[in-house]
């Protein structure tokens, strides 16, 4: 028999990958703090549940896919959360970018009613929760791991186990940064070649068969060439993650001078309004940095 899945958070990733664990044949009770967003996975045979306290009650394993650290803690922590609700033996994994450390409060928390916990946040955004195609950073006991990969396999391609609860936030924090560090550079490159001159899609054409190729100059350095930022991963979002990886390096010592700029630049994103745009919108910034009007 199928494990009984819970799914919390039906937004623009919770959404398609509740989708896949449906067209897997898993049974799935799901949980919106809009309920309207959880209509069409009902249509489906999703199971729509009154809170999450109700849907860790009925599930052997429970996903959330929140916002922040805030979000998570209500969700799970909260008067009607899964806590509450979670049956001893079951696992609570947690897809959402959070706090190491309030990863590991929560794990704790959980332990003291029996269950398990992974954070498993992902990376691949919209198009690769679509797509089934997400990279899945793991912690947790490697035996709730095993238990629960086939679930991330239907979720994901590249899936992970990285040590102990707070590995994978850790991880995404990572991510994050270098993420961070490449979208920078794509949008300074860019740039730098209209300031010369220089058609800026025949040098992102160049650059894609050289040292310089990355997803980031495939994907988001055609959207800053088509000024389409259209969200697929929204600023406010990205800024929040900038955080943690900031908080992250304050918490080990470790300075993080690539990371803090990178930081104060999306702080600049926010001020000028862009906070719902996808966070390639930074390409805007950094022209008008540059004296070039927008891209």
Not at 115 to 121: G, I, K, S, T
């Amino acid at each position: 028999m199928s494990e009984r899945i819970g799914f919390i958070g039906l937004g623009i990733m919770g959404r398609p990958m509740a989708g896949h664990l449906l067209d897997a044949g898993y049974p799935v009770t799901v949980w919106n703090r809009t309920p309207s967003k959880g209509a069409a996975l009902a249509e489906r045979g999703a199971t729509t549940a009154p809170s999450p306290r109700d849907v860790a009650a009925g599930s052997d394993i429970t996903i959330t896919m929140v916002s922040d650290t805030p979000d998570v803690r209500e969700v799970i922590l909260g008067p009607n959360g899964v806590l509450h609700g979670v049956r001893r033996g079951a696992v609570v994994v947690d897809m959402s970018t959070i706090s190491p450390a309030a990863t590991r409060e929560i794990a704790h928390r959980l332990a003291e009613r029996g269950a398990e916990m992974l954070d498993a946040p992902v990376s691949g955004g919209e198009r690769g929760a679509i797509e089934g195609t997400l990279s899945i950073m793991v912690g947790g006991k490697p035996e709730v791991f095993e238990r629960v990969l086939p679930v991330f396999q239907r979720l994901g391609k590249q899936i992970v186990h990285l040590g102990e609860s707070g590995a994978g936030q850790v991880t995404k924090a990572c991510n994050q940064l270098v993420l961070a560090l490449t979208l920078l550079g794509v949008a300074e490159a860019l740039t730098l070649a209209r300031k010369a001159g220089v058609d800026p899609a025949k040098v992102r054409a160049a650059l894609l068969g050289g040292f310089a190729q990355s997803r980031v100059l495939e994907l988001h350095g055609q959207r800053m060439l088509d000024g389409n930022f259209q969200p697929g991963f929204r600023t406010r979002l990205y800024y929040k993650d900038l955080g943690i990886v900031t908080e992250t390096g304050r918490a080990v010592g470790m300075p993080l001078l690539g990371g803090s700029l990178a930081a104060q630049l999306y702080q600049v994103v926010m001020n000028q309004g862009f906070a719902d745009l996808d966070y390639s919108v930074l390409a805007r910034v950094i022209a008008g940095l540059g004296g070039v009007g927008e891209p």
